[in-house]
């Protein structure tokens, strides 16, 4: 046999954690998802629709909180692209 470690020796055992463990996953699973609230609900409908609803037309209204939800739905992705490369090693 060669001297290259087993998949099955190089995974944690029972009480061992990983790098970073469940808590820190939670947390950071955490942090993703007040993100998400705060990117999807709150700023559009505190700032963009409030602050545009009297100022522009619907449709133009519309389209801009249309353009924030997928500038946020880009960024949120790359967040968690990154998180996974970062628990991968």
Known sequence: MDDAASPSEN?????????GGWGAAAVLGGLVMIAAYYGFVWIPDRWIVTFLSSRVAAQTRD????LWDAAVFVVLSWV??????GRAR
Request: proline share 5%; glycine share 6%; no cysteine.
């Open 63 to 66: 389209a801009l909180v249309l």
């Open 11 to 19: 995974r944690p055992r029972d009480g061992e954690s990983a790098a």
């Open 80 to 85: 968690f692209v990154r998180l996974q490369r």
